[in-house]
């Protein structure tokens, strides 16, 4: 065996792991975390969410590129080994199925931004000033369902990943 060949099942095994984990933390944030938080006064509430999403930044961010940079790499290689054969076509469907495992893990940085970070930013807005609002329930809330599609796109990734893995 190979350096190159024994390198594919760690990149494989890291790229489903960190994606899984991150999808995981996602989901459960919004199905299991967020619940219990909703009964909380809206200074209160600001507060909790506030320190909730600056101790999920880093993790999943670096989980996020983890997933991807694997990937990428797997998607790569497949790439080297297609050819016109039946073999090349395998190759070029595994190839496919990490570039969307890629892209569907790094494609939670651009979702947070653009889709809610305004949200985002008007919660710890909130928190930072004391402040709370008659508002603050239904922007969690808003948030919470942004962050079950973010979190279906993790595992989307880790599916596509793992698909491409066993293929």
């Known amino acids: 065996m190979t350096t190159g060949n024994s390198l594919t099942p760690v990149l494989q095994t890291v790229g489903i ?37 600056h101790s999920g930044i880093t993790p999943m961010a670096s989980l996020s590129v983890i997933a991807t940079t694997s990937f990428s790499i797997l998607a790569y290689r497949a790439a080297q080994t297609a050819g016109p054969t039946s073999a090349g076509s395998v190759a070029s469907t595994k190839r496919n199925l990490y570039l969307v495992a890629a892209t569907a893990s790094i494609g939670i940085l651009p979702y947070t931004k653009l889709l809610m970070g305004g949200v985002i930013n ?19 809330e808003s948030w919470g369902r942004l962050n079950l599609g973010r979190g279906t796109m993790l595992l989307v990734g880790a599916v596509a990943g793992a698909w491409a893995s066993l293929s």
Do not use: M, W
């Open 122 to 140: 008007t919660l710890v807005a909130r928190a930072n000033e004391g402040k709370g609002g008659a508002d603050v329930k239904g922007l969690v």
């Open 17 to 53: 792991v960190a994606a899984t984990l991150a999808a995981g933390t996602n989901l459960s944030t919004t199905i299991v975390v967020l619940p219990s938080l909703l009964h909380a006064e809206s200074t209160t509430l600001a507060r909790q969410f506030s320190i909730l999403y």
